[in-house]
């Protein structure tokens, strides 16, 4: 079912999903997203890592790169049960 909010049609999940699947079997949004990330992050990667890196260097990079990712594809982390305490001590 196809509603619409303004000029934009929503579609529901289950029917995103079975539109999805007609045109490759087992794609669905959940795979379409994890796909669409793995790449943006190995292309961000590629972008900021040297062949003769360091290990820390490499992971300077590595983090760098999933927390583009991380705000382009609009992931946010919920904040933990201990965030209180560990602000405080900061």
């Known amino acids: ?45 590629n972008l900021l890592t040297k062949e003769k890196m360091s290990i820390p260097e490499k992971i300077l990079a590595y983090n760098r790169a999933n927390r583009e990712v991380a705000i382009l594809c609009n992931h946010k982390k919920p904040f933990t049960k201990e965030f209180d305490t560990s602000l405080e001590s900061l």
């Open 1 to 45: 079912m196809l509603f619409t909010k303004g000029s934009f049609i929503l579609l529901q999940p289950y029917n995103l999903n079975k539109t999805l699947d007609r045109y490759y079997e087992g794609l669905s949004s959940k795979v379409f997203r994890t796909f669409h990330s793995s790449r943006l992050f190995e292309e961000k990667l």
